[in-house]
């Protein structure tokens, strides 16, 4: 139309209409121009609109922009819209009214484009094959329960930067040395090979000090030159430097959720089985990547025969309580063990202990709830045999609710203590507690037990030392009785003679 300014849209709509094979009457009727802007167009004829260099309406931040809020964005730049929102209205109440929220944000987002610092820039790289392998500790995105219990765990994961083959460890408490060496490890051997370097996160969670840090930077060196790894970590606080494993953490928690959620439940029967159900997940991402993977398999390093170490050692003593402190978690072990110093080699799952090269128990290992709390494990098979010559010691314990192995068995003690004395309560408690020992027992007792208690009252002690603790009778052997003139043979030696002669 006459006096009408052609748009860049319509000179694009046009040339795309020309460019099917349009004349220029259609492509000018589909573009709502005329023929001769048309032939305009094509002759590259027209003319630009000048940029307006006018406000159309006035500023309404025009006497605080360059006066108050630069000076502020230039000292801080990170000051948001909204901050600078609530400057203005405590500097000048009811001038600059909230509607203007929206100007002032789209004022610093443009002052940051056009005026504002230099932002940090990410390199894509391209690694070539067998040369990186990278770790890191993520939290999963659902909560996991196992036996319907919560399950506090990280998930380890392991990426060769060049194929993308992956490895996923599960890891009790916090990131650690031994949760480090025990997921690389495990990955490397399933792998077959390891890279020429391997590169992991600051781990400053996994350390309270300067020789903490010292000492986790050292195993951190000794284990990668084991493996004959080149040992990396990225600096503190930059997540991307490590951006080759941070970005798979996000994908690999929503395959976990959408896997739990067609699963239809987040309750594991143990542990092994939540491993099992990661590994099905792991192996399907691993398929993916499998001409890239054995590309890289060509460029690995062999692995050594033997595992490096993968715990930390501490050496404690056993309590007259049968019990041992380690990292603000209290244990029992077996009574056998009071008074020992016993050697303990401490992974993230668990503890071995020793004495001298003898390992004579191992114990699953437990984390305080909180940063400053403490934890404990009483397991009362370590000390049942202590208690049951002093059974009243149960009834006050502060053990006691741990010494009981789970919910039924506390009720079975609460039923009792309303069913007997406190002194019969304390007896038949520990003598049950004895039973499920001594027969291995457990869990058909704490059902049998729970089932008469729910029709009726327990049965006694002695109903349960009569089934439970009577010795069987001894088995009927013949007696054959022999002649006393063997007997005189024998004391005159006659008896030995024969035997030598028949010899």
């Not at 400053?372 to 009362?380: P, S």
């Not at 010691?393 to 609710?401: D, I, P």
């Amino acid at each position: 139309m006459p006096g009408k300014h052609i748009t860049q849209l319509q000179e694009e709509l046009y040339m795309k209409n020309r460019q099917k094979g349009h004349t220029q009457i259609i492509s000018a009727a589909k573009a709502g121009i005329s023929v001769r802007s048309g032939r305009r167009i094509e002759k590259g004829e027209t003319t630009k609109p000048k940029a307006r260099t006018w406000r159309t309406r006035k500023d309404p931040l025009a006497e605080v922009w360059e006066s108050e809020l630069i000076p502020l964005l230039e000292k801080e730049p990170s000051l948001t819209g909204i901050t600078l929102w609530d400057y203005l209205d405590e500097q000048h109440p009811g001038k600059y009214p909230e509607k203007l929220l929206r100007t002032l944000q789209r004022r610093v987002k443009h002052w940051r484009a056009t005026r504002g610092p230099d932002k940090a820039v990410i390199f894509r790289q391209s690694l070539p094959a067998g040369l990186q392998g990278l770790s890191d500790f993520t939290h999963p995105n659902t909560a996991i329960t196992i036996d319907q219990k919560p399950f506090d765990h990280l998930l380890y994961q392991f990426r060769l930067a060049f194929s993308g083959w992956c490895h996923v460890h599960i890891i009790r408490g916090g990131e650690s040395y031994s949760a480090l060496a025990d997921g690389l490890q495990s990955a490397l051997h399933s792998l077959g090979g390891a890279p020429r370097e391997h590169r992991t996160d600051s781990l400053s969670a996994a350390y309270v000090n300067m020789a903490e840090k010292q000492r986790l930077t050292e195993d951190y060196q000794a284990l990668c030159q084991y493996y004959g790894m080149q040992p990396t970590t990225n600096n503190l606080g930059v997540s991307h430097e490590n951006g080759a494993i941070e970005s798979p953490h996000g994908s690999l928690k929503r395959r976990i959720e959408q896997a739990i959620k067609l699963r239809g439940s987040n309750d594991f029967p143990t542990v092994h089985a939540y491993q099992a159900f990661l590994q099905r997940i792991v192996d399907k991402l691993n398929r993916r990547c499998q001409g890239r993977l054995a590309e890289e398999h060509k460029t690995l390093m062999p692995l050594p025969e033997r595992r490096f170490i993968d715990y930390s050692e501490l050496t404690v003593k056993v309590t007259r309580s049968s019990t041992i402190t380690v990292k603000r978690a209290l244990y029992t072990v077996p009574s056998r063990l009071i008074g020992e110093a016993i050697r303990i080699h401490l992974y993230h799952d668990r503890l071995e202990c020793f004495v001298g090269q003898t390992r004579v128990v191992e114990l699953p290992r437990v984390y305080p709830a909180t940063a400053t709390g403490r934890a404990r494990r009483i397991d009362y098979r370590h000390i049942i045999h202590a208690l049951a010559a002093k059974p009243q010691a149960f009834r006050f314990s502060q053990f006691r609710e741990d010494i009981l192995p789970d919910a039924q068995y506390r009720q079975l003690w609460q039923k009792a203590q309303q069913q007997f004395t406190p002194q019969d309560a304390s007896k038949w408690m520990v003598a049950v507690l004895r039973i499920a020992y001594d027969h291995d027992c457990e869990k058909p007792l704490g059902d049998e037990l729970a089932l008469q208690a729910a029709h009726g009252d327990l049965p006694d002690l002695k109903s349960l030392q009569a089934r439970y603790l009577t010795p069987d009778a001894p088995p009927q052997i013949p007696l054959r009785q022999h002649a006393i003139a063997d007997y005189d043979q024998l004391l005159t030696g006659q008896w030995m003679q024969q035997e030598v002669g028949h010899g």
